[in-house]
C-alpha cells in the first residue's frame, strides 16, 4: 500500500506508501509537448494559515470538456504524494461525482502520514501552464452536498486527524505530483490486501464497510500523466536562502522531464525508487531505508534524539509554551551533518544540512532550509531540501532520458 507522505506540523503533506505499481498512463508516453508552456510560478510564503516551509501554486479546474472553468490559489505542492484535492469549500464548479464499479457513489480515503482526507472522487479538466489534463479523477474534501458526510469507519481509523479545512490542510487544497500514476495503483484494483482508499456508498449511512475494488483508471491521478506531453515528470527549482529565512521566497514548477529546453536532467543523478516511492539515506554509519524526497512536507525530518547519530549533537526537541513537545528540533546553536542518499540503482550523493533551533527562527520569515524535527526511522528530505536546488520527480513506468520512472533526481 502506498502512503502519501505530508508532514506539517501546522501540519505537512504525505499520503501512505506501499501499493507497488499502479497501472498505465492513459496517454503513454512522455511526449515532446512542443512549444506549449510548461512552466508555472510558486512561491513559499505565509500562505493563508501563517505556514513555513509550504510551496503554493495555482491550479485551474474546469467542467470537464467546457469553459465553465475556477483558478484555485494557495495549492499546496506536494511530490510525496498522487493526486489533485481540493476543499469543497474553495471550489464553486458544479463537478459530476464518479460512481464506483457497481454503480454507487464513489468515495475517496486519502491515507496521509499524519492525517486523512475524506470526499468524492469527482471528474475535471485540469489546467497549468499551457497543458490540459482532460477527465482527471480528482478528490474533492469535506463535501457534504453529496449526501456523505461521514469517513467510512476503516478509513476513520486510519488516522486520528481528518484534514477537511484550510486550518488542517494548510492551503486551498493538494496539488499530489509523486511519482505515481494515481494515489493507490494495483492495489486497489484487486480482491485481496485492499488497503482501503476506496469505498462505494449506496446511501448517506453506508460506506463500505469493505473497501471497493476500483480500477486504475478511476482513481484519484496524477494529472501531469494526463497531460497530451511534458507528461513523464515535474521539475521543482527554488533559489537557496540565508540560515535565517526569507519573508518569501518565488521559484518555478515545469511539466516534463528532457522533453523541452528547460526542462533537461544535466548533471543530475538519478535515484531510483523502490515500489513505495522511497530510497535508503546513510547516516551516522547507519542505513535508513524509507527515506524520500517530500515537498510537503514542512522540513527536514530525521530520527529522533535518541538516535546514536544525533546523541551528543546538542539537538533536542522543541517544546511550546505549555512545555509541549511541537515535532520541531532546537539546539543551543546550529548544527551541521551530512547524509548519503542512495537509490535503487547505487547511485549516491553527499547532502550537507544543517538543523536550526526552530524556536529561534525569525516569526517573519516563511521560507527555511534549516528547520528540521523528528521523523522515527528514516529521513523526510521536505522543502528544504529544495532550496537551492534543481529537483526532479519522474512519475512511474514514463520515458525519460535518465530511463523510466520512478525515480527523484538532483
Request: proline fraction near 7%.
Amino acid at each position: 500500500m502506498r502512503k502519501f507522505f505530508f508532514f506539517a506540523l501546522f501540519g505537512s503533506l504525505a499520503l501512505a506508501t506501499g501499493c507497488g505499481g499502479g497501472g498505465s498512463s492513459n496517454n503513454g508516453g512522455s511526449g515532446g509537448g512542443g512549444a506549449v508552456a510548461n512552466s508555472v510560478p510558486i512561491v513559499v510564503n505565509a500562505g493563508l494559515v501563517n505556514s513555513a516551509d509550504t510551496a503554493f501554486a495555482s491550479v485551474t479546474v474546469c467542467v470537464p470538456g467546457t469553459s465553465n472553468c475556477q483558478t484555485i490559489d494557495n495549492m499546496v505542492i506536494d511530490t510525496g504524494s498522487t493526486g489533485l484535492r481540493i476543499l469543497k469549500s474553495s471550489l464553486t464548479l458544479p463537478l459530476t461525482q464518479a460512481k464506483g464499479p457497481t454503480g454507487n457513489p464513489l468515495l475517496n480515503c486519502g491515507q496521509f502520514v499524519s492525517f486523512f482526507t475524506w470526499g468524492p472522487v469527482m471528474t475535471a479538466d485540469v489546467k497549468m501552464a499551457g497543458e490540459v489534463a482532460s477527465s482527471v479523477p480528482i478528490q474533492v474534501i469535506g463535501d457534504a452536498d453529496t449526501g456523505f458526510p461521514n469517513p467510512a469507519p476503516a478509513c476513520k481509523a486510519s488516522s486520528t486527524t481528518e484534514a477537511n479545512t484550510v486550518s488542517t490542510l494548510g492551503g486551498n487544497g493538494i496539488l499530489g505530483v509523486g511519482p505515481f500514476l494515481q494515489d493507490c495503483g494495483s492495489g486497489c484494483a484487486g480482491p485481496t490486501s485492499n488497503p482501503g482508499f476506496y469505498y462505494e456508498c449506496p446511501s448517506p449511512s453506508v460506506c463500505g464497510p469493505t473497501a471497493a475494488n476500483v480500477p486504475t483508471n478511476q482513481q484519484v491521478a496524477n494529472p501531469i500523466s494526463f497531460f497530451a506531453g511534458d507528461n513523464n515528470g515535474v521539475v521543482i527549482q527554488l533559489p537557496q536562502v540565508p540560515a535565517a529565512g526569507a519573508p518569501s521566497v518565488n521559484g518555478t514548477m515545469i511539466f516534463g522531464i528532457g522533453t523541452q529546453s528547460n526542462n533537461g536532467l544535466g548533471n543530475a543523478t538519478v535515484f531510483t525508487l523502490l515500489s513505495d516511492g522511497t530510497f535508503s539515506t546513510l547516516f551516522a554509519g547507519q542505513s535508513y531505508p524509507g527515506s524520500f524526497i517530500d515537498s510537503g512536507s514542512n522540513g527536514i525530518f530525521f530520527l529522533t534524539t535518541n538516535d546514536p547519530g544525533i546523541k551528543g549533537t546538542g539537538i533536542f526537541n522543541c517544546t511550546d509554551s505549555q512545555g509541549n513537545p511541537n515535532g520541531f528540533y532546537c539546539t543551543p546553536q546550529t548544527v551541521n551533518l551530512s547524509a548519503t542518499n542512495e537509490g535503487t540503482n547505487g547511485h549516491t550523493n553527499i547532502v550537507n544540512f544543517s538543523v536550526a533551533d526552530a524556536n529561534s527562527l525569525p516569526v517573519s520569515n516563511t521560507a527555511f532550509n534549516d528547520l528540521t524535527g523528528s521523523n522515527p526511522g528514516s529521513f523526510d528530505w521536505g522543502l528544504g531540501f529544495f532550496f537551492g536546488r534543481t529537483v526532479f520527480t519522474a512519475i512511474e513506468g514514463q520515458s525519460t532520458p535518465g530511463g523510466p520512472g520512478p525515480f527523484f533526481a538532483y
